[in-house]
């Protein structure tokens, strides 16, 4: 792992050269001066704990580690959230020769989650990514059945990783299959959650999820009161990464049962949010979705239509 752009182990020998302190000093009582030693080198490492104390001892906060670690998975992130796969995959590839990086449970999930991710946006096999899902679930739950979802204490990756399975079943045309996954994560969440940070990452992510694939299979007025749900979880969580895409499901929604003047007038709120966060690539999208519905549109609030029309160029 690392620190920066040092190896954990490079960054602690500098850091205990500047303050003028021996390998012994420094390991007493923690490990003995060989394995710091060895771990100085990156030729072996000891538990993550003892590394928290040693980086302690140097005057560094031990969550330093796991911000390193969060940097370089926000990193993937990023690069699978604009679909860029061969950056994915050589971040991925770096963090695998990792042995500590992959010694955490937690870490080691991230990655299939992330190979899932990047095998759905090739087009490869649902049942290719229904593998690497199960051997990312079985890590926590090594008995994992879908029918107990609901039942289940589930963490954050876990939560992700199921979505991911129903993402595999819609891609495959098994809708049934993967709205009733989703349907029951919601459920999971609402009963069992009540961690106001964990509800406010993950509720709203997953009302998007079905929202999205509720409309495209045509079923508008299930979920439009989804949608509201969410809606009032960013607002409620004060977190609002999610807020304008869910709202942009639900004006299509509306727009698609005939609701169209509150339709447009949502589409156009829409627009503006994401022309403040400069997402030019979202607003294009409203605009497309303007256009193509034009004269669908053309006898409802003829002046925000043009207003919407406008706010997309």
Not at 38 to 55: A, D, M, N, S, Y
Not at 159 to 181: D, F, M, P, R, V
Request: proline share 3%; net charge negative; with cysteine.
């Amino acid at each position: 792992m690392k620190i920066g752009n040092l190896p954990v182990g490079e960054f602690i020998r500098q850091a205990r050269i500047q303050r003028k302190i021996t390998q012994v000093h420094l390991a007493s009582d923690i490990m003995d001066a060989t394995s710091l030693a060895h771990l100085e080198k990156g030729t072996r490492f000891p538990t993550r704990e003892k590394i928290v104390q040693i980086l302690e001892r140097l005057g560094f906060d031990g969550d330093i580690i796991d911000a390193a670690d969060e940097q370089r998975k926000s990193e993937i992130r990023n690069a699978l959230y604009y679909e860029n796969v061969t950056t994915a995959e050589e971040l991925l590839l770096t963090l695998e020769k990792d042995n500590f990086f992959m010694s955490e449970i937690n870490n080691l999930q991230f990655i299939y989650m992330s190979k899932a991710t990047i095998s759905t946006i090739k087009n490869e096999s649902p049942l290719m990514v229904r593998e690497i899902v199960m051997a990312g679930l079985k890590i926590t739950l090594p008995f994992f059945q879908e029918k107990y979802i609901q039942e289940y204490l589930l963490t954050g990756n876990d939560i992700t990783l199921i979505n991911q399975l129903a993402i595999s079943y819609k891609n495959e045309g098994n809708h049934c299959e993967s709205i009733k996954i989703q349907n029951l994560l919601i459920e999971n969440i609402e009963t069992n959650c009540i961690d106001f940070r964990h509800n406010s990452r993950y509720y709203p992510y997953l009302i998007y999820g079905i929202t999205k694939h509720l409309g495209e299979i045509g079923e508008y007025k299930k979920a439009i009161p989804l949608c509201d749900k969410g809606i009032a979880m960013c607002h409620k969580t004060n977190n609002f990464t999610l807020l304008p895409d869910i709202m942009l499901n639900k004006a299509c929604c509306l727009c698609e049962t005939n609701n169209i003047p509150e339709g447009i007038k949502l589409l156009l709120t829409t627009t503006h949010m994401y022309m403040a966060y400069g997402f030019d690539a979202k607003v294009a999208l409203i605009k497309d979705y303007a256009s193509a519905n034009w004269e669908k549109f053309m006898n409802y609030v003829e002046a925000d239509l043009e207003a919407l029309e406008y706010q997309g160029q």
